[in-house]
T-cell receptor
Framework: DAGVTQSPTHLIKTRGQQVTLRCSPI?????VSWYQQVLGQGPQFIFQ???????GRGNFPDRFSARQFPNYSSELNVNALLLGDSALYLC????????????FGSGTRLTVV | RKEVEQDPGPFNVPEGATVAFNCTYS??????FFWYRQDCRKEPKLLMS???SGNEDGRFTAQLNRASQYISLLIRDSKLSDSATYLC??????????????FGKGTLLTVNP
């Protein structure tokens, strides 16, 4: 079975641009969460979606938005990119909302120049 | 004060050593706890859940003390392959809301031959 897949794996963007990151959860998993990990820190929660509804949002500005599709895949959008948005963006899926541990994808490494 | 705090590390130990990781959490509403490991430039992977009764998985033992809001991970007979960053994670299971994972900063372990 395929694990959590994220695309693209690497991305370089310029300040002020917009970016869309994609995530496909493990088949059958209904919950998708997004995390941002900057170098030297643990991942920080951005969003959680379950059954296509937003169930939680972390302490991130409105430039960050996300959605979940009927097939449970998800997109994370970031507008007006700042240098500080450079990070590894991780998607995690779980079977239920409060799953036993979450499985992470390998992430999208975003560099803003 | 950060919600989850870990030993800053890094730890450098010889093969065969016993290593202990310590973690404290500040949110008494946190209900589930995990240890994840993260290899360099890879995604976090669930190592084990942590229970008040303590739990063991081979060379790894995890312990939770709810009264002191303290979590530990013990690795016995460390191997070169144990070299990674160990992330302490708390989750507040907020009954119908979101179930975000709150990560510590991580502690880097290097096991030397």
């Amino acid at each position: 079975d395929a694990g959590v897949t994220q695309s693209p794996t690497h991305l370089i963007k310029t300040r002020g641009q917009q970016v869309t990151l994609r995530c496909s959860p493990i088949s059958g998993h209904k919950s998708v969460s997004w995390y941002q990990q900057v170098l030297g820190q643990g991942p920080q929660f951005i969003f959680q979606y379950y059954e296509k509804e937003e169930r939680g949002r972390g302490n991130f500005p409105d430039r960050f938005s996300a959605r979940q599709f009927p097939n449970y895949s998800s997109e994370l959008n970031v507008n007006a990119l700042l240098l500080g948005d450079s990070a590894l963006y991780l998607c995690a899926s779980s079977l239920q909302l409060a799953g036993y541990g979450y499985t992470f994808g390998s992430g999208t490494r975003l560099t803003v120049v | 004060r950060k919600e989850v705090e870990q030993d800053p590390g890094p730890f450098n130990v010889p093969e065969g050593a016993t290593v202990a990781f310590n973690c404290t959490y500040s949110n008494s509403a946190s209900q589930s706890f995990f240890w994840y490991r993260q290899d360099c430039r890879k995604e976090p992977k669930l190592l084990m859940s942590v229970y008040s009764s303590g739990n063991e998985d081979g060379r790894f033992t995890a312990q939770l003390n709810r009264a002191s809001q303290y979590i530990s991970l013990l690795i016995r007979d460390s191997k070169l392959s144990d070299s990674a960053t160990y992330l302490c994670v708390a989750r507040k299971d907020s009954g119908g809301s979101n179930y975000k994972l709150t990560f510590g900063k991580g502690t880097l372990l290097t096991v030397n031959p």
